[in-house]
């Protein structure tokens, strides 16, 4: 649905070589009769209302001169993805070809910290292993290229296959049985990391990473997604999440920074963990009546674990039975038959 005729030429030539059909419709009078029955329903950037009562948009497509609104109108109208055009042609062309035959694919579950310091890598170094201890194929994305390289508290730099830049030039579609050889494998799972260098970080690709993450989907049965804060990283990985975790310290000023955290997010599932000690200043229920979340579990304070990161022993900790008992907890309430 689109005015827009430069935006609808562009779709029309992606959906063309993707060997699709597309029916092109200008407001939601023209929409609504077609929008439920539609394989997939694609939204320009110039439409500000939809047909009630509709499912969501799968893909809201503008093009680079939107900016960042373009993020902004995607969460208010629901969208589950977003392409920005031309640089996000193949991506959409490949997506709209898995759409007239979807594969069964795993679940990409995010997770990141409602503020600086809030544990979430730790969270999800010991959920994808919680996983994969129980027999699933895991793969633990690192999603922050200034966080200085999860691969360092896997103590796994040393590790042989691929890194983020190692990716940069790939386009079109990835095979899961080809990344799936090509990655390092730490505690049981597989890890895409940005090294742990001090090299300035290569920007990164939207359709890029929106490429691995299909294959990463198609590949493995749990996906773990250390989102990382930033905006830049929030906007090219968190919009491809099933599910996202928001992970927050049990302190007034940390569930002030989650809900400002809230608004940059996509308008998927989420859910909050909060960290803390048993009698902490503000409780686990209350910070998330606060923000608005269902809680999925309080991430245990386990003595020694920043010491453990620095030397690369976090899967150490993460062996623990007060830890076990969090992941089983945080797995089984996000959905996952692990």
């Not at 994305?141 to 200034?146: A, E, L, Y």
């Not at 991430?299 to 990161?309: D, L």
């Amino acid at each position: 649905m689109t005015g827009f005729e430069v935006l609808r030429s562009e779709v029309e030539r992606i959906v063309a070589a993707a060997g699709g059909q597309l029916r092109t419709v200008l407001d939601v009078g023209e929409a609504a009769p077609f929008w439920d029955t539609a394989a997939t329903v694609l939204l320009g950037s110039d439409i500000r209302e939809l047909p009630p009562r509709r499912k969501a948009p799968a893909v809201l497509v503008g093009l680079n001169a939107d900016g960042n609104r373009l993020w902004q109108l995607a969460a208010a109208v629901g969208a589950e993805r977003v392409a920005v055009l031309p640089d996000a042609s193949s991506w959409l062309a490949e997506f709209l070809s898995r759409s007239r035959a979807p594969e069964a694919g795993g679940l990409v579950l995010g997770i990141t910290g409602g503020c600086g310091g809030a544990g979430a890598t730790t969270a999800a170094i010991w959920t994808a292993q919680a996983a994969a201890r129980s027999g699933a194929r895991v793969l633990l994305v690192d999603g922050d290229p200034w966080g200085g390289g999860l691969e360092l508290a896997l103590a796994a730099e040393e590790s042989a296959g691929l890194r983020w830049p190692d990716l940069a030039e790939v386009s079109g579609s990835i095979d899961p049985q080809q990344l799936n050889e090509a990655l390092p494998v730490a505690g049981g799972f597989s890890f895409l990391s940005w090294p742990g260098s001090r090299d300035r970080p290569a920007g990164m690709d939207e359709a890029t990473v929106a490429g691995v993450l299909d294959a990463a989907r198609r590949g493995y049965e749990l996906v773990v997604l250390d989102i990382g804060r930033g905006r830049e990283a929030l906007r090219t990985f968190a919009w491809d999440c099933d599910r996202v975790v928001v992970v927050a310290p049990a302190r007034l000023r940390a569930a002030v920074a989650a809900a400002r955290l809230l608004q940059e997010l996509p308008p998927v599932e989420t859910a909050l963990v909060v960290r803390g000690k048993p009698g902490s200043a503000l409780d686990g229920p209350l910070i998330a009546e606060s923000l608005g979340l269902p809680l999925h579990g309080t991430m245990p304070e386990i003595k020694g674990v920043s010491v453990a990161t620095e030397l690369g022993r976090l899967l150490e900790t993460g062996r623990q039975r007060h830890v076990r008992r969090f992941t089983a907890e945080l797995l089984a309430l996000s959905g996952g038959d692990f």
